[in-house]
Nanobody
Framework: QVQLVESGGGLVQPGGFLRLSCAAS????????IAWFRQAPGKEREGVAC????????YYADSVKGRFTIARDNAKSMAYLQMNSLKPADTAVYYCAAGTLNRNDVKATISPDYWGQGTQVTVSS
């Protein structure tokens, strides 16, 4: 059974940090690009970051570039999202996903095949 399980969300103050984890099982983790999405109340789901399956190239939304870092550990079938300098606008449910990455020199998009259940991140003072 395919599973993606997020953890690490919580409540932090503005300027704080969190590291989200995504544990994968039931599929060939190495063969999939991994992405993080988020959805805030009343907003559409937004792609945050993704990492390729082969060379591990990373891509970020402009809103998080320079603050967030995506990583993967294929030996552990794990993916991570390090979130620094958090802002109230980062408040959302964060989801990890596995799928096919389409990319060129200026843009990357992902077509997810599998989704996790999400973890809540709240940034508030």
């Amino acid at each position: 059974q395919v599973q993606l399980v997020e953890s690490g969300g919580g409540l932090v103050q503005p300027g704080g940090f969190l590291r989200l984890s995504c544990a994968a099982s039931g599929f060939a983790f190495d063969d999939y690009a991994i992405a993080w999405f988020r959805q805030a109340p009343g907003k559409e789901r937004e792609g945050v970051a993704c990492i390729s399956r082969g060379d591990g190239t990373t891509y970020y939304a402009d809103s998080v570039k320079g603050r967030f870092t995506i990583a993967r550990d294929n030996a552990k079938s794990m993916a991570y999202l390090q979130m620094n300098s958090l802002k109230p606008a980062d408040t959302a449910v964060y989801y990890c996903a596995a799928g096919t990455l389409n990319r060129n020199d200026v843009k990357a998009t992902i077509s997810p095949d599998y989704w996790g259940q999400g973890t809540q991140v709240t940034v508030s003072s």
